[in-house]
């Protein structure tokens, strides 16, 4: 029986430690941590998700301070905010919530957040440091994911990951990730050659590219760990699941596995930002 690498469940149990810990701030400093979230236009999705960030930033005593900017703000108005948000004592950290109107020089914005209060780890300076070995704020799909292998003993030293997508905050510093705790790592992406090649050498596969259901099966083989980061409206995540489950040897599935730690991280990493404050 494969094992189910539950998202859900850790995330939960990790949020009464972070409640206890936020109390603990509390006691001592006389403020809890806040989270800032900017949003800037109305897209649909984009709300919901800052609404789900802020949930559960209540759910553990924390505060968030929403910042709602116009769908017409320009690239220099949005670096005026963030500089606002670096300078204000009482923020721990800042999530600018992707994707931004088109107008906006995204990575320009990303990269202006402070490092110490980078805790959606978008940053190409936390981006660096965390692939060289020091001390940074994970991005935190891949770092929810990390800590999800950790908790269910799943071993990477040694293994063979290979990462379907290259986003700059998904699979890139997967690979990282994986390749800092000794994985032997390929990065392969929608229009690598020979794809399915690739995929079925993997101990490890992660599916990060996008599109659903891209990662067929049979592409996989059999005892392999399986995490896929994907989720979309036909509610199945990068991989065709179903068929793997019986001869993987660990899967996230889709709800419930990766979702829930990529927010729940990026409460951790606030709460830790604070305190190192």
């Known amino acids: ?79 005026i905010k963030i500089d606002e948000l670096n300078s204000n004592p009482e923020v721990h950290g800042i999530l600018l919530q992707h994707p931004v109107p088109g107008q906006i020089n995204e990575r320009q914005c990303f990269d202006a957040i402070d490092t110490r209060k980078d805790v959606d780890g978008v940053t190409s300076l936390g981006f660096g440091k965390m692939a060289m070995g020091e001390p940074a704020f994970g991005s935190c799909t891949p770092q929810g994911i990390m800590r999800l292998l950790k908790e269910y003993d799943i071993e990477i030293s040694g293994k063979h990951a290979v990462v379907v997508g290259r986003s700059p905050i998904l699979g890139k510093p997967m690979a990282m990730m994986l390749l800092n705790k000794h994985a032997t790592v390929t990065i392969c992406h929608s229009r690598t050659k020979n794809l399915k090649e690739h995929v079925l050498k993997a101990d490890i596969v992660v599916g990060a590219v996008g599109i659903p259901k891209f990662i067929q099966s049979d592409w996989v083989k059999d005892g392999a760990v399986v995490i896929d980061a994907g989720f979309h409206p036909e509610k199945c995540g990068d991989i065709d699941l179903e068929p793997l489950i019986d001869r993987c040897y660990a899967y996230t599935p889709v709800p419930g596995g990766v979702g829930p730690m990529t927010i729940n991280t990026l409460i951790l990493q606030t709460v830790e930002a604070c305190e190192l404050s």
């Not at 990790?14 to 109390?23: D, F, G, Y």
């Not at 960030?53 to 924390?62: H, L, P, T």
Request: proline residues 3%; negative net charge; hydrophobic residues 35%.
């Open 1 to 79: 029986m494969a094992i189910k690498l539950d998202g859900k469940s850790l995330s939960e149990s990790t949020e009464q430690e972070l409640s206890e810990r936020v109390l603990k701030i509390k006691n001592q400093k006389g403020f809890v941590p806040i989270l800032a979230t900017i949003l800037v236009g109305s897209d649909p999705a984009s709300g919901t998700y800052v609404k789900m960030k802020g949930n559960a930033c209540e759910r553990i005593g924390m505060k968030s301070l929403k910042v709602e900017l116009d769908e017409n703000t320009t690239t220099d108005e949005l670096l």
